[in-house]
Structure formats: structure tokens, C-alpha cells
């Protein structure tokens, strides 16, 4: 047994054994056969992961059984409406049957919601779920976890089915990421609320990636690249730039620098659908925002200085202060849902941002190192 693997750089740490696993298996077939032993249920393995598990699943399971696929997309396409696209659908021939989803590992549970959608008309007789690794502290869900192998900590595995960017399938054993600890945040904050000049300090002491969505567009739309190009078309049209192109340019400026300590993302997320399509994105790179902060102040004070900024800058949004209590109102509303996106992971922080840059600046550095 390999005691550490490398795969694209990364290096990952043996985490169990192939024989602890198959045994976690084997605890999830002697349970469901135990409840269903009087029914042929329908298994449902969703792929890719899951492919191991469903196979070892099944030479463990004694009774008279069906056995079907699905495939869901965590990242493609990114639409208004969710981030998990249906690649492989349902059969027909579940209907009145007892089913069984068989997860490789729960974590969120973003995807397990989807599949609840996908049955939610199919008027099946029963639904329960059953994964093999379960991450039972950053699940919040809405279904119950029927049956799991193992509970296991929030931490990136790959191996028996699971992949780092598709490689690590084919692992025997489970590993996880051995590298040194990343720091990922989201700033937020009204404009004038100094994200900016915070985020320079911030990169400058912990070594960060700062990512500004503004700088990103106006690079992408300078240089001419293929989604600068796309962006400009949208916005020439006087249509909002789809979720999934500013993701995309997200992608490639992380994949730029991916051996950094970590990230600052300025202007990104502004919508609940954004905040979980940067966490699929994340996730699906061993990665994780640890922290969202949010830089308070009040309207009053952000208004004198953006009035003082227009002076120098020559902005016109930054010299009428109805324009501004407009973006500051735009804010509010669309803040409101990321907060509470952010507080249920624990992860949503406010500061007073109000004082000399110094003391906001520690004030900052409290939260983060407490991260």
C-alpha cells in the first residue's frame, strides 16, 4: 500500500485502507438487506463516484435486487435556476418501487437535493439514501441519511471511486489532501466600505490571490480573450454577463495561481446561486471558502467618502448621492440572502469598518486567524 500518492501536483496522504472500506460496504448491505429482505428495491448508483461502491455494494447484497444509474453534473453550465445538471436521467420503472440511492459521499448535500427533484414525480413507493463516506458535520440537507459506511471529517478524499479533476479513481485505498492550509475568503462590503484597500493589505500579509471581478472583466475584455469577447457581447446587448462566463473567468485566474496559499474574492458571489456554484468549483478542487467577512459602516459615512472619491476619481456613480443610496440599496438586497447562505456554514463574519486602515486591518486579521 502506497503510503502518499501524487496526482497533478498535489499530494495526498493514505486515509483508509482498502479493507476498512469494504467493510464500511459490507455494514451498508447487511442493513438495507436486513429492512428489504422482503422486496426487490430499485439501487440508483450516481456516477461517476459511486461506480466502486455500487459494484462491491452488490456482491455483498444477498437478495433479489434491480440496479440503475444516474449522472449529475456539481459544475457544468452554471443556469439561473441551480448548478447540478441531469447528465444521465431516471428510467421509467420506478414507479411504486422502493428505491435506493447509493452515494459515494454526502457532504453538503447539494446533489442529494437535486435527486430529491428527480423523484419528487416519479411516485415511487419509498426513497431512502445510503452513502458510503458520510460528512455528517457540513451537511445540512433536507433529507435524512438512511444508511452510511463511515462517518468521516471535512476533508478531501480521493481513491475507490472518488477523483481529484478525474484522476484517482482507480485507488484502491482512500487519500486525502496533504498540503499546507489554504485560506479562502469572500469580502464584502457597500461601496467606499474600502474592500479594496483592505484586500491589498490582506494579500501583502497572509500571501493571497486577491481576485476583483471588475479587474477580471475589464482584462478579459481588453485582451480580446474568448470571454472577454463573450462578456462584451452581453454587454453591448445591455444584458447581464450569465453566471457561468464570470465563472469561467473565475476558473482560470484560480487555475493561474493554484499554488497559492489562497484566495480573496472581491465583487463574487453576488447571488445564492453564484455562492454555490464557487463552492462546487472549489470542492471539486480540494478547496473550500473558509471565511466570508463583511465590512460594516454606516450609509452616512460611505456617502462623504464616495462624494470625496468622485472628486478625484471623476465617476459620475461616485459624485450623485441618489446614485449611490441606489447601489447601496442594490446591496442590501442582494447581500441579505448571501448572509444567510453563509451564517448556515458558519462562515459569514462582520467587522466595523470604520476607523484608520490600520485598525481595520487587525480588526480583519482577528477573524482570519481564527479561521
Known amino acids: 500500500m502506497e503510503r502518499s500518492v501524487s496526482l497533478l501536483g498535489k499530494r495526498f ?16 448491505a447487511d442493513e438495507i438487506a436486513r429492512d428489504y429482505k422482503d422486496e426487490v428495491p430499485v439501487f440508483v448508483g450516481v456516477l461517476n463516484g459511486a461506480f466502486m461502491f455500487v459494484s462491491d455494494f452488490l456482491k455483498c447484497y444477498p437478495y433479489p435486487c434491480e440496479v440503475t444509474f444516474v449522472k449529475l453534473s456539481s459544475y457544468r453550465g452554471l443556469t439561473s435556476t441551480g448548478i447540478v445538471e441531469t447528465l444521465l436521467d431516471l428510467p421509467d420503472n420506478v414507479e411504486g418501487r422502493h428505491v435506493i440511492i447509493l452515494e459515494d459521499i454526502v457532504d453538503t448535500g447539494r446533489t442529494l437535493q437535486e435527486l430529491g427533484h428527480m423523484f419528487s414525480n416519479k411516485n415511487v413507493k419509498n426513497f431512502r439514501i445510503a452513502t458510503l463516506f458520510y460528512k455528517s458535520e457540513v451537511y445540512n440537507g433536507e433529507y435524512q441519511i438512511d444508511y452510511f459506511g463511515m ?23 482512500v487519500y486525502h489532501i496533504n498540503q499546507p492550509l489554504m485560506i479562502n475568503l469572500v469580502l464584502f462590503g457597500k461601496p467606499g466600505a474600502g474592500k479594496g484597500t483592505q484586500a491589498s493589505f490582506l494579500k501583502e500579509k497572509y500571501g493571497l490571490i486577491h481576485i476583483s471581478t471588475g479587474d477580471v472583466f ?12 463573450l462578456a462584451k457581447s452581453y454587454i453591448d446587448k445591455g444584458e447581464l454577463v450569465p453566471d457561468e462566463v464570470t465563472i469561467q473567468m473565475l476558473q482560470d485566474e484560480v487555475e493561474k495561481a493554484s499554488d497559492a496559499p489562497g484566495f480573496i ?64 440599496e442594490e446591496y442590501n438586497q442582494k447581500t441579505a440572502p448571501l448572509k444567510s447562505f453563509y451564517q448556515k456554514q458558519g462562515k459569514f463574519h462582520s467587522i466595523n469598518g470604520v476607523g484608520e486602515i490600520q485598525e481595520i486591518t487587525d480588526r480583519l486579521a482577528r477573524v482570519i486567524d481564527g479561521l
Open 218 to 229: 475589464r482584462h478579459n475584455i481588453k485582451n480580446g480573450t474568448t470571454l472577454g469577447k
Open 13 to 28: 496522504q493514505r486515509f483508509l485502507p482498502e479493507a476498512e472500506v469494504l467493510q464500511a460496504v459490507q455494514k451498508i
Open 265 to 328: 474574492f472581491d465583487g463574487f458571489p453576488r447571488t445564492t446561486a453564484q455562492a454555490e456554484a464557487l463552492d462546487q468549483f472549489l470542492e471539486s478542487r480540494g478547496l473550500q471558502i473558509d471565511g466570508t467577512i463583511a465590512l460594516d459602516a454606516d450609509d452616512e459615512i460611505l456617502i462623504k467618502r464616495l462624494l470625496e472619491r468622485g472628486k478625484v476619481s471623476g465617476r459620475s456613480d461616485d459624485q450623485d448621492e441618489q446614485k449611490i443610496r441606489n447601489r447601496f
Open 151 to 173: 462517518e468521516i471529517p471535512d476533508t478531501f478524499i480521493v481513491g475507490y471511486g472518488l477523483d481529484f479533476k478525474e484522476q484517482g479513481r482507480n485507488l484502491r485505498d
